[in-house]
C-alpha cells in the first residue's frame, strides 16, 4: 500500500513541476581570486487554482567561486546586493538585445547578502524571482533590479516555438569607504552569457 501511495504522490510532484535543459554558462576572467558565472534553467510547473498551462519560466543563478588554491587560507567576503549590483541583458539568436518590460508586481526586498566563499570553493544563489506573473503562453524571465522604475524587469517569450536567447551580465560592486579588510571584495566582473533554452510545444 505504502509502496502505491508513493507511487501516486511522485506521479503528482512530476506533473506540479519539472526542470529541463539546464546550462551552465563560462566562468568570467578573475578579478582578485573572484570569478563568476551563470546557471540557467528552464522550469514548467502547474497552478493548483487553474487547469491553464503548463506554465514555464527560467531560474538563473550566479555562481561565484574564489580561486585561491585549496592549500591556502584567504577567504573572500562578498557583499552583493541583488538588486542593485547585478546588471543583466538579452539578445536573441541573431545579436539583437531585447529589453525588459516593467512589472509591477509587490516583491519583499531580499536584503543585502553577506557570503564568506572559502578558498578553492564556491557559491550559488538565485537572482530571479519565480512563481508569480507567469502567463500560459509565454516564458517569462523575472529578475530584480533597482534601478528600473518600478523595480524590477521582466522578459517574456514565446514558449510555443523552440528558441534560443543569451543572458549576459555584469557585477559590479563599489569599494567601502575606509575600507580595510583585505578578504572583503569589490570591482567588477562581466559575466559571459548563457545560453536561455526554450523547447516549445
Given at each position: 500500500?505504502n509502496?502505491?501511495?508513493?507511487?501516486?504522490l511522485?506521479?503528482?510532484l512530476?506533473?506540479?513541476a519539472?526542470?529541463?535543459?539546464?546550462k551552465?554558462?563560462?566562468?568570467?576572467?578573475?578579478?582578485r581570486?573572484l570569478?563568476?558565472?551563470?546557471v540557467?534553467?528552464?522550469?514548467?510547473?502547474?497552478l493548483?487554482?487553474?487547469?491553464?498551462?503548463?506554465?514555464?519560466?527560467f531560474?538563473?543563478?550566479?555562481?561565484?567561486?574564489n580561486?585561491?588554491?585549496?592549500?591556502?587560507?584567504?577567504?573572500?567576503k562578498?557583499?552583493?546586493?541583488?538588486?542593485?549590483?547585478?546588471t543583466?541583458?538579452?539578445v536573441?539568436?541573431?545579436?539583437?538585445e531585447?529589453?525588459?518590460?516593467p512589472?509591477?508586481r509587490?516583491?519583499?526586498?531580499?536584503?543585502?547578502?553577506?557570503?564568506?566563499?572559502p578558498a578553492?570553493?564556491?557559491?550559488?544563489?538565485?537572482?530571479?524571482?519565480?512563481?508569480?506573473?507567469?502567463?500560459?503562453?509565454?516564458?517569462?524571465?523575472?529578475?530584480m533590479?533597482?534601478?528600473?522604475?518600478?523595480?524590477?524587469?521582466?522578459?517574456?517569450?514565446?514558449?510555443?516555438?523552440?528558441?534560443?536567447?543569451q543572458?549576459?551580465g555584469?557585477?559590479?560592486?563599489?569599494?567601502?569607504p575606509n575600507?580595510?579588510?583585505?578578504?572583503?571584495?569589490?570591482?567588477e566582473i562581466?559575466?559571459?552569457?548563457?545560453?536561455?533554452?526554450?523547447p516549445?510545444?
Amino acid at each position: 500500500m505504502n509502496e502505491v501511495i508513493n507511487l501516486v504522490l511522485g506521479a503528482f510532484l512530476l506533473l506540479q513541476a519539472g526542470t529541463v535543459n539546464e546550462k551552465v554558462g563560462d566562468w568570467s576572467q578573475v578579478n582578485r581570486y573572484l570569478k563568476a558565472r551563470f546557471v540557467a534553467r528552464f522550469h514548467t510547473f502547474s497552478l493548483d487554482y487553474t487547469s491553464d498551462g503548463p506554465y514555464s519560466e527560467f531560474r538563473v543563478y550566479l555562481e561565484l567561486s574564489n580561486t585561491v588554491p585549496h592549500n591556502g587560507t584567504a577567504q573572500i567576503k562578498v557583499n552583493i546586493d541583488t538588486t542593485r549590483d547585478i546588471t543583466y541583458r538579452v539578445v536573441d539568436q541573431d545579436g539583437k538585445e531585447i529589453l525588459p518590460r516593467p512589472t509591477f508586481r509587490s516583491t519583499v526586498h531580499p536584503g543585502v547578502l553577506h557570503l564568506l566563499i572559502p578558498a578553492d570553493s564556491s557559491i550559488r544563489f538565485p537572482v530571479t524571482v519565480n512563481g508569480g506573473g507567469v502567463l500560459a503562453d509565454q516564458t517569462s524571465l523575472d529578475v530584480m533590479q533597482q534601478h528600473r522604475n518600478p523595480p524590477g524587469g521582466i522578459w517574456r517569450f514565446d514558449a510555443s516555438k523552440p528558441a534560443e536567447y543569451q543572458l549576459a551580465g555584469a557585477l559590479r560592486i563599489e569599494r567601502p569607504p575606509n575600507a580595510t579588510d583585505v578578504s572583503q571584495w569589490y570591482g567588477e566582473i562581466m559575466i559571459p552569457p548563457v545560453t536561455l533554452v526554450i523547447p516549445g510545444r
